[in-house]
């Protein structure tokens, strides 16, 4: 078992930078794949980003591509999600997302096995 806990979440201007933060605790990071998805109003949760456990590898949905960055510090057991140049579009509950022993591309495809609460991004046009 591990647990999520988002921050960072918070209201930007369109074109403007926030960096999302999810501190795990519990079973050892490195064991995990580490990825976010989000959920807008009405819609379905979707894939945003997601690290390989050594921090290699990175996955990215292509409406985030060249905007959005994964990085992980297994140190501090802690993934990050850099996102730059926000739109409206993107706003949505963030949720950090675990799957033990597997890859990000498996994240993408089949989705985690652990997730955190949220964090709210607003975006305001």
């Known amino acids: 078992q591990v647990q999520l806990v988002e921050s960072g979440g918070g209201l930007v201007e369109a074109g403007g930078s926030l960096r999302l933060s999810c501190a795990a605790s519990g079973r050892i990071f490195s064991t995990y794949v580490m990825g976010w998805f989000r959920q807008a109003p009405g819609k379905e949760r979707e894939f945003v980003a997601a690290i390989s456990r050594g921090g290699v590898t990175t996955v990215q949905a292509d409406s985030v591509k060249g905007r959005f960055n994964i990085s992980r510090d297994n140190d501090k057991s802690t993934v990050y999600l850099e996102m730059n140049d926000l739109q409206p579009e993107d706003a949505a509950v963030y949720y950090c997302?675990?799957?033990?022993?597997?890859?990000?591309?498996?994240?993408?495809?089949?989705?985690?096995?652990?997730w955190g609460k949220g964090t709210l991004v607003t975006v305001s046009s």
């Open positions: 997302a675990a799957r033990v022993y597997s890859t990000p591309v498996t994240m993408r495809t089949n989705g985690a096995e652990f």
